[in-house]
């Protein structure tokens, strides 16, 4: 089915100016960029993003580090898009990304790994109403 996932290009990608380069790996993977905007994260919007892991070791490093410098949130448009989605971006710790894959390509360590994805449908439709409403999104 057509699905809808919900992307960052993360400080990482924004400070070296790579925001280009991983968008033309996603749309020739042959998803579509039907949102997009480029944001300076709050602490608080990091916070609640990112809330499902405020009890993990990394939490306070996460979210200094998605707060650091701006960010480009998105939502991505096609077949099994999150799954899908999945597999462009590769493994969160780029050490373990497939040839070819986004962080493979791009990724610093697994805290600077340039993209974000969701994970699952349930996920992406909160991840997307966190930054987007209805009319930002065009299919
Ligand atoms: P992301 O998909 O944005 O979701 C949570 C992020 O936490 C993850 O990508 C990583 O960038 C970051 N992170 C930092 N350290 C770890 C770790 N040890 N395990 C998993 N995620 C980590």
């Known amino acids: 089915a057509i699905e809808r996932t919900f992307s960052i290009l993360k400080p990482d990608a924004t400070r070296r100016n790579l925001t280009g ?10 998803l579509r960029i039907v949102a997009q905007k480029r944001i300076r994260l709050s602490r608080e919007q990091a916070e609640t993003f990112y809330g499902v892991h405020k009890e993990r070791p990394f939490f306070g490093e996460l979210v200094e580090q998605m707060t650091a410098a701006p960010v480009v949130v998105q939502v991505l448009e096609g077949e099994n898009a999150i799954a899908h989605y999945r597999e462009v971006m590769g493994a969160t710790n780029p050490a373990n990304a497939a040839p070819g894959t986004i962080r ?11 993209v974000h994805g969701s994970d699952a449908p349930e996920t992406a439709v909160v991840e997307i109403a966190q930054f987007f409403s209805g009319n930002e999104i065009v299919g």
């Open 104 to 114: 493979k390509e791009f990724a610093l360590n697994v805290g600077e790994n340039t």
């Open 21 to 30: 380069a991983v968008n033309a790996l996603i749309e020739k993977a042959g």
